[in-house]
Each structure stands twice: as C-alpha cells, then as structure tokens.
C-alpha cells in the first residue's frame, strides 16, 4: 500500500463532484434516475455493511469495499454489473487488500443467509469473476486513503479526544460512506468536516485550531453542509423507493 497520499492512485482516482452522480446510458433506457442511482448505492453501501457484521469483518475493510462499489460505478452500469454481486464481492477484494482475507465460501454462506431471492444467491464462481471484471474496472487501483487514519490525531491535536468526542466523530466517519465524498475529497478533509460538525454540536469553540492548520474552512464547511444535509434527506430514502429502483433495472429497456 501507498504510504503518502498525495502520490497516490487514490489522489489521482479523484474526481469532480459533478463526475460521480452521472447515470449511464444504459441504466437510463431502464427508466433509472440519478435518485435512483443514489438510492441504489447507498443500498448496496448497507448491505456490504450488514455482510461484514455477519463475518465479522473491521470497519476499514467495509470502508474499502463501499469506496470500490462507488468507483465501479463511475465508470460502469448498474444493467452490466449487478449490484447485489459487485457489493459482495467489493467485500471479498477488501479483504484481500487489507489482509483480512475471508474465504469466499464463507462469503457465499451469508450472501445466502440475506437474500431470499435464489437470482441472487450467488456461487462461488460468480464471486470469483466478478472479482476479475471490478479489477478491470478499477484498473487494478486498490489503495484507499480514509479519514480514519487522521482521525486520532486530530482529536488529540483539538483537545477533543475524550470518549463522547471519540464516538460521535467516528460514527460520523462512519456514515460519510454512505455517499460519496471518498470519491472526491482528500480523506483529511472528511475528517475535519466530521470534527467540525462534531464540535459545534457539543458547543467546543475549536476556531483558533482549524485557523492554526492553515485549511480551507470554506472547502471543510461545504463537506460538513453535504454530510448534515444527507441527514436532512436520509427518512425519504425508504425501502419501497429502493424496491422501485431496483424494479426498473429489471425490465428490459
């Protein structure tokens, strides 16, 4: 793994906000909207996260596999790679990238547990070249830099490292993969939007410590607006709206 970020494959894989949220051509013949295309992501991005509870898999590896999914689809559609095998196997890779690898039997075993629906209940094998084609996909770019390696240090630095800090900023990290802000801010830069957002919810004056790092406070704020208004708008997204979405990558175009 890169050990300096901004050397990177992970730097040079950023992208344009305006980049990320584009539907293919593909999924658009099937009716699917970038609300959809939303929908379907942050969908996938809590399934991953459910299947790594089962497996008992750690948060960085889940990390890695969400920003792998949302990679894949900057550049693929949701009618050629199945999203409810591109997250599972997502799953799998991470766990080789981050040497914590988990046999695929295993893998399938829950996939199982979770989906009712036998289409996708996949084998092994279906794991296995899926992995080839989001390799390809990806480039074979497989470093992830993520905001909670700054995160400690941060807090330390702040003088915010107490426990109630310590977990609210951490569960804000947490949730920064249910979009898609890996894709397009350095890690750092998500770190310190979640320690402001943190800050000014416990009502800690930390001004003169974001001054001292010499930071774009514009750049941190417009992130921490993004992450509270997803808040704002998460009670719409519903499971029928979901089910909706999904209904339409199943007709034919």
């Given at each position: 793994?890169?050990?300096?970020?901004?050397?990177?494959?992970?730097?040079?894989?950023?992208?344009?906000?305006?980049?990320?949220?584009?539907?293919?051509?593909?999924?658009?013949?099937?009716?699917?909207?970038?609300?959809?295309?939303?929908?379907?992501?942050?969908?996938?991005?809590?399934?991953?996260?459910?299947?790594?509870?089962?497996?008992?898999?750690?948060?960085?590896?889940?990390?890695?596999?969400?920003?792998?999914?949302?990679?894949?689809?900057?550049?693929?559609?949701?009618?050629?790679?199945?999203?409810?095998?591109?997250?599972?196997?997502?799953?799998?890779?991470?766990?080789?990238?981050?040497?914590?690898?988990?046999?695929?039997?295993?893998?399938?075993?829950?996939?199982?547990?979770?989906?009712?629906?036998?289409?996708?209940?996949?084998?092994?094998?279906?794991?296995?070249?899926?992995?080839?084609?989001?390799?390809?996909?990806?480039?074979?770019?497989?470093?992830?830099?993520?905001?909670?390696?700054?995160?400690?240090?941060?807090?330390?630095?702040?003088?915010?490292?107490?426990?109630?800090?310590?977990?609210?900023?951490?569960?804000?990290?947490?949730?920064?993969?249910?979009?898609?802000?890996i894709l397009t801010h350095p890690p750092y830069l998500i770190t310190l939007a979640c320690i402001y957002i943190a800050s000014v919810h416990k009502e800690k004056d930390i001004r003169t410590w974001f001054e001292e790092?010499?930071v774009d406070m514009n750049i941190v704020k417009n992130i921490a607006m993004e992450i509270l208004d997803f808040y704002e708008n998460h009670r719409m997204f519903t499971e029928e709206r979901v089910h909706a979405a999904?209904?339409?990558?199943?007709?034919?175009?």
């Amino acid at each position: 793994m890169a050990s300096n970020f901004w050397t990177s494959t992970h730097y040079k894989e950023l992208k344009d906000p305006e980049e990320i949220n584009v539907v293919h051509p593909l999924d658009a013949q099937r009716g699917i909207s970038v609300e959809d295309f939303r929908l379907i992501k942050l969908h996938m991005s809590n399934y991953i996260s459910k299947l790594a509870q089962h497996i008992k898999i750690r948060q960085r590896v889940v990390a890695t596999a969400v920003t792998y999914m949302r990679r894949v689809y900057t550049r693929k559609s949701l009618t050629e790679y199945e999203p409810r095998l591109v997250a599972p196997t997502c799953l799998y890779l991470a766990c080789k990238a981050e040497e914590s690898v988990v046999h695929a039997k295993i893998l399938v075993f829950y996939i199982r547990k979770l989906y009712a629906d036998e289409k996708f209940r996949y084998e092994i094998k279906d794991i296995l070249e899926m992995e080839m084609k989001i390799l390809e996909a990806l480039n074979f770019y497989l470093v992830v830099f993520h905001p909670y390696r700054s995160l400690p240090e941060f807090l330390q630095d702040s003088g915010l490292n107490d426990t109630s800090m310590t977990h609210l900023t951490w569960g804000l990290v947490n949730d920064t993969y249910k979009m898609d802000l890996i894709l397009t801010h350095p890690p750092y830069l998500i770190t310190l939007a979640c320690i402001y957002i943190a800050s000014v919810h416990k009502e800690k004056d930390i001004r003169t410590w974001f001054e001292e790092l010499s930071v774009d406070m514009n750049i941190v704020k417009n992130i921490a607006m993004e992450i509270l208004d997803f808040y704002e708008n998460h009670r719409m997204f519903t499971e029928e709206r979901v089910h909706a979405a999904f209904n339409k990558l199943a007709t034919s175009p």
